[in-house]
């Protein structure tokens, strides 16, 4: 693992397949009567947020205080940033406060990999800009992993068995052929980005779907198909991942009107019936209902829409683990 | 994933932290480096025995095994948990439930070693409450991995008692934990390495008993 989580594209095979093994058995915390283990007791947390984000801070939040560590939210609104402070002195701010690790989400991409050059704590991406949501990513490969049923780490042959693991990186299962459709506003998705990226990682094949003026100009350069033609494509998809229409981001008219991109890129119940009888439908969130996923996909049994709540703060367990549990040995800096 | 258990010189020094129970493929490479050539002082069918013994002692002490849990420890535990619930089994005629309980993210000795993967904690549905806990670990040393079982436990429910069945304890302890069970008892030196190899993680049963041969880093 390298000292940050900055981008997906960062990891290896096998690092992502050691987030989600170790979220793997975090999960399964979440039914036991006590829902806390001591591992980053006297570790402090800061969540650094210069962009509106409730669901990302309070998942980050609850995966930091269920690890025991002390988690100190920031919040740009209201704040010193409101004053004119620079993002260089809050993070030395943050560095005399003692913090182990920073959270950040910040409008500007590249944000984090400037914070991880000023301060000695790990930093860990929130989301910057347009660029990446590496948590996300993960946590959408967590859930296609649990929901189409292929086995977690190499310890889980068989119940009631447990077998032991033998090393980090062999016998995992990985994503390997599940074919992942990325559906909408590519061009100011972050989650896109990541889940690109990642999702090539471990194996998956992924197709993007989206308008034209919807896709960013290098996308040729990505490892992924492009289509432009939603209902070719849904037959052979396992994975359909609906992104949001980004409204906030869009200071221009990239397609004539909301209706016409709901019918052409909406998925609405004819839609979900053509995908095949497996197919799961994920979306990030929060949802334009109406917009690109009806209503009545959104809470249909195929969507795992809560389900990647749950398992956010599972992986995002991991990682926070995975970076601040255990010791850095001289040679492992990076 | 290494479970020899390196003398150290005392646990600050983070490359002599022992007994790490999680996969780290790099670490059974070092090990098997360090005991290149260690002696066998268990033979498998004494291995056998002791756990046949193991076995009969635990009926015998919680009269018959009612309401026992024989929870191992990742890794080497937890085989010789459920050989140790299918010895009881064969004894008693009943089944005798057991399990696997990961310690990791309760150790104390995390912030000495990068950090490791976890290993699986497999519990019977209806949980460890009101149940005597048998923890089951291959070898027993400083105490710090029963210590961090013991908090584990605590946090899983509340069990009517909890009791430690080791296959080696070859002393040296650091805090005050004893096992009740106890397969054998093997005189070492802090210099030493204990390694015990069992059929399910390693194809073949065995102790052995090392020089460690240069530093563990």
Redesign the interface.
């Known amino acids: 693992m390298n000292r940050h989580l900055i981008s997906a594209a960062d990891l290896s095979r096998d690092d992502a397949l050691l987030i989600l093994d170790t979220a793997e058995e975090l999960a399964r915390m979440s039914d036991r009567p006590i829902k806390k283990l001591p591992t980053l007791r006297g570790r402090t947390v800061v969540n650094l947020f210069f962009e509106d984000s409730t669901r990302t801070r309070i998942s980050f939040e609850a995966a930091a205080k269920r690890l025991s560590a002390d988690v100190i939210n920031f919040s740009a609104k209201g704040s010193s940033v409101a004053k004119g402070e620079s993002l260089k002195d809050t993070a030395l701010t943050l560095e005399a406060m003692g913090a182990d690790a920073v959270v950040i989400r910040h409008v500007a991409s590249g944000a984090p990999h400037r914070l991880a050059g000023w301060i000695r704590g790990h930093v860990v991406n929130a989301g910057d800009g347009m660029h990446e949501h590496p948590t996300q990513a993960l946590l959408d490969a967590f859930t296609i992993r649990r929901r189409l049923g292929l086995p977690p780490g190499a310890g889980a042959t068989g119940a009631g068995r447990p077998t032991s693991r033998r090393g980090a990186g062999r016998g995992h299962a990985a994503l390997d052929g599940v074919r992942v459709t990325i559906v909408g506003d590519v061009l100011h998705s972050r989650v896109a980005r990541s889940n690109v990226a990642l999702l090539n990682i471990l194996g998956a094949e992924v197709t993007l779907v989206a308008p034209p003026t919807l896709l960013p100009i290098a996308v040729g350069g990505w490892p992924c198909e492009i289509s432009y033609d939603l209902d070719a494509v849904l037959a052979k998809s396992d994975v359909i991942m609906m992104l949001r229409v980004q409204q906030e981001r869009m200071r221009a008219a990239y397609f004539p009107s909301v209706r016409e991109y709901s019918r052409r890129y909406g998925l609405d119940v004819g839609r979900m019936e053509a995908l095949p009888e497996h197919a799961i439908v994920m979306h990030p969130g929060p949802m334009n209902r109406g917009v690109e996923i009806a209503a009545e996909v959104a809470d249909s049994p195929r969507s795992t829409i809560v389900e990647q709540v749950a398992n956010g703060v599972s992986v995002r367990m991991a990682v926070l683990y995975l970076l601040l549990g255990g010791a850095e040995l001289p040679g492992e800096i990076r | 994933?290494t479970h020899a258990h390196p003398a150290g010189n005392g646990p600050a020094d983070?490359r002599t932290s022992r007994a790490s129970r999680?996969?780290?493929?790099s670490d059974?490479g070092e090990v098997s480096a360090g005991l290149a050539g260690g002696k066998r002082v268990f033979e498998p069918a004494e291995i056998r025995r002791a756990l046949t013994r193991i076995a009969h002692e635990i009926l015998e002490r919680t009269h018959g095994a009612d309401d026992i849990l024989l929870l191992?420890i990742?890794?080497?535990g937890?085989?010789l948990a459920?050989r140790l619930a299918a010895r009881a089994a064969e004894f008693e005629g009943r089944t005798v439930p057991w399990?696997?309980l990961?310690v990791t993210?309760?150790r104390d000795d995390?912030?000495?070693?990068?950090?490791?993967?976890?290993?699986?904690?497999?519990l019977p549905p209806e949980g460890i409450d009101g149940k005597t806990v048998v923890i089951v670990d291959d070898v027993l040393y400083s105490g710090r991995t029963v210590r961090a079982a013991l908090?584990a436990l605590t946090?899983?429910?509340r069990p009517r008692a909890v009791q430690l069945a080791v296959l080696v304890d070859r002393g040296h302890r650091e805090l005050p934990i004893r096992a009740d069970y106890v397969g054998k008892n093997l005189p070492t030196s802090q210099r030493e390495m204990v390694r015990v190899l069992l059929a399910?993680?390693d194809g073949e049963d065995a102790v052995l008993l090392g020089e460690r041969r240069g530093a563990l880093a």
């Open positions: 994933m983070p999680s996969g780290d493929a059974a191992g990742p890794t080497r937890v085989p459920e399990g696997a990961d993210m309760y995390l912030r000495l070693r990068p950090a490791r993967a976890l290993g699986h904690t497999i908090d946090d899983l429910g399910e993680t």
